[in-house]
Nanobody, 123 residues
Framework: EVQLVESGGALVQAGGSLRLSCLAS????????IGWFRQAPGKEREGVSC????????HYADSVQGRFTISRDNAKNMVYLQMNSLKPEDTAVYYC????????????????WGQGTQVTVSS
């Protein structure tokens, strides 16, 4: 069974930090680019960050550039999103997703999705 399981979401104060984790199973993790998305109440889902499957290049949405860092550990089938200097605007459900294509920054077709983890940033 294909699974992407996010963890690490929490309630934090503005300016704080969190590290989200995503554990993948049921597919060849190394052959997929991995993206992080988020969706706030009443808002459309947006791409936050992604890391390519082969060269490891990363992409960040303008809204999180300089604050978030994405990384992956292929040996553990894990991807992480380190979130620093959190803002109330970052409050959302965060999802990891797997993309078999190379240019994950297009945030187009993603094959597999996790269930999401809630991040709440209080002011």
């Amino acid at each position: 069974e294909v699974q992407l399981v996010e963890s690490g979401g929490a309630l934090v104060q503005a300016g704080g930090s969190l590290r989200l984790s995503c554990l993948a199973s049921g597919f060849n993790f190394d052959d997929y680019s991995i993206g992080w998305f988020r969706q706030a109440p009443g808002k459309e889902r947006e791409g936050v960050s992604c890391i390519r499957k082969r060269d490891g290049n990363t992409h960040y949405a303008d809204s999180v550039q300089g604050r978030f860092t994405i990384s992956r550990d292929n040996a553990k089938n894990m991807v992480y999103l380190q979130m620093n200097s959190l803002k109330p605007e970052d409050t959302a459900v965060y999802y990891c997703a797997a993309d078999s294509t190379f240019y994950c920054e297009n945030y187009g077709w993603y094959d597999y999705w996790g269930q999401g983890t809630q991040v709440t940033v209080s002011s």
